[in-house]
C-alpha cells in the first residue's frame, strides 16, 4: 500500500511537472503581452510530431527531443509574426476567435501531412526499463527522468526571469510595456522571443509526453484545458503560480483517481466505487472551484 | 450598403423558402440541413444574450447545449424503456412529449448555468473565459464516465418526440417546429435587448462603472443574463438531439463551445440576426467545402481568421450601415 502511494506520489509530479511546461508559456504569453493563446496546444502536437518523425528519420531520441524544441519554437515565431502580433491590441473575444481557427487550421494541416492514425515515439534502451528507489519502490526511470527534467526547467526559467536581462525585460513588459519600450527595448522583439520561448516549452513537453501516450492529432486541447486549470489556480501571469497551480493539479488529479474511489467502497461501500471514479475524475475542476470562492484571481494572481 | 432590417427580414424569409423549395423538389436532406442551421442560430442566439450584449465570453456554452441534449436523452430513453426514471417516494417518469423536453431541458439548463455563473462571474476577462472552458470540459469528463446513459457511445433514440398532431418524423414538419421556436426566440431577444435589463445589459458592458455608481448590481445582472443565455442554448441542444435522435459526449465538447461562438463572429457580435446569418453560413461553408475537401475545417479556420482580423463586424456588419450601437 505505501510502496503503490508514494509511486502514485512520484506519477503526480510527474503529470504536475509536465503541465508546468505548458502553463509557463501560457502564462509569461498572456503576462507579457495579454494574449489568451488557445494555440498552445496546437504547439505541443506539434512538438510530439516533430519528435516521432524525426525518430523514425533518424532513430535518435535527442535529436527528436530536439526537433521537438526546434520545431516548435520556429512555428512559434512564425505565428506570432504573422497573425497572433496582430491581436495584441484586439479584445480577447478575437484572441479567442482567432487562436481557435489556427487550431482548427494546425489540426487539419497535421492530418493532411501525417493522417488520421497515431504515431508512437518509442523509448531509447538508455531510458527505459526502472529502477529501485531507496526503500524499495520499483519506478519507471523515464517517468523520474521527466520529473528531474521538469524540475531543471524550472529552475532554469526562474534562473532566466530573475537573473538574466531578457528576464528583466520580461518583467518590464510585464508591468509597463509603453515605459520599456521608450527606453529603448525593441518590444516587438521580445514578444516573439517570449511567444518562442513558450512554444519551444509547449513543444518540449509535447514530445515528452508523447512517448507516454501516442502522438495524435488533438492530444494538445486536453493538456491546454489543465493547463488553463493550473493557470486559474496559480493566478495569470505568475511563473510561481504556475509552478505551485502545476502541482497542485498534478498531485490532486493522480491522488484522487487512486484514493477517491476506494474511500468511497471504505466508507459508503462496494456500490460507490463507481461514484468515487466519477467524483475523481471531476476532483481538479472542483478543486479550481474551491479556488475561484475564496481567491477569484488565483493563489498568486495580483490583478484579475 | 443595406439597412440591417432589410437584411434580417431577408435572411427571414430565406430560410423556410430554402425548405419549402427543399420539400417541393424532394430533397428531404436539405431540409434536415436548414433545420440544423435553425437550430444552431437558437443555440448562437442563446450565447449572444451572454457573450454579444452581456460582453461575458463564455467559452462554456457546450455544458447547456449538452445538458438540454440529454435531457432529451434520457427522458426519452427512459420512455422508449417503459422504465422510470426515480420510483421512491414519487415517481419520475420518461417522456416523449417534446413541449416537456423542452421545459426540463430549459430548467436543467438554466440551473446549472446558475451555478457555473455564480462561481465563475466571480472572475472576469480572461479568467472567466478560461474557467468557463474548464467546467465545460468537467462535464466532457462526466458524460464520458457515466455509463448509465451510454457513457462514450451516446445514446439512441429510436423515434422522434412527439408534438401534439404533427408527424415530427417528416422533415418539413420537424422544420416548423423549430423554426417557429426560433421566431419566438428571436422576439423574445429583440424585447429583452430594448427593455430596461437590456439597456443595463448594454451598459454594463461598456461602462461598468458608470452603470455600478447608478446603483445597479453588476453580479446579479451578468448573473440573469447568463442564465436566460443558458436556457436557450440548452433548448437548442435538446432539437439537436431530436433532429439526430441520437445525444453523445460530443455536445458537451470545447469544440461545440468553438462552434456557437464562430456563429455569432461570422454572423456579427451583438446583432440580433448576427447567430442567425453566422449558423445559416457556418452550414452553409460545411457544405460546400465538405465537397471540396475532407479537410474544411482548416478552410473554415482560414475564413475565421479573415473576419476576426479584417472584417470584425461579420456578414451583417459589413453589408449594412453600422447603426447598431454594439462597438
Redesign the interface.
Known sequence: MSILFIEQLLNGLQLGVMLFLMAAGLTLV?GVMGL?NLAHGSLYMIGAFAAAFTAELTGSFLLAILASIVAAAVVGMIMEVL?IR?LYN?D???Q???T??????F???T??IFGSFPLYLSLPDYLSGSVILPGGIQYAFYRLVLIGVGLVVALGLYLLINRTRLGLQIQAGESDREMIAALGVNISTLYTIVFALGAALAGFSGALVGVLQSVQVGMG??VL?LA??V??IGG?GSIKGAFIGAILVGMTDTMGSFLIPDMFVYVFGAGAK?AG??IA??LI?IL??II??FK???LYGGK? | MIASKYLNAGVFIVIPFVAILAYFSDEPFLITLTTKAVIFAIAGIGLNIALGYGGLISLGHAVFFGLGGYAMGILASHAQSNVPIYDGLFLIEGTKSMIIIWLVAMLVSGLFALLIGLLSLRTSGVYFIMVTLAFGEMFYYFSISWPAYGGEDGLLIYVRNNFSGLNTLDPIQFFSITFSLLAITLLFTYFLKNSFFGLVLNAIRQTPDRVETVGINLFKSRLIAFVISGMITGLAGALFADLNRFVSPTMFSWQTSGEIMVFIILGGVGRLFGPVVGACLFILLEYLLDGVSEFWHIYLGLILLFVVLIAKNGVIGSLSRRETSND
Open positions: 498572456f489568451i497573425i496582430r484586439k480577447h473575444l478575437s479567442v476567435l482567432a481557435f481557427a489556427l487550431i482548427l487550421i489540426s487539419e494541416g492530418r493532411m486541447e486536453p484545458i488553463f486549470v493557470i486559474v495569470i463507481f471514479t466519477i475524475s471531476m475542476y479550481m472551484a475561484l470562492l477569484p484571481s488565483g484579475s
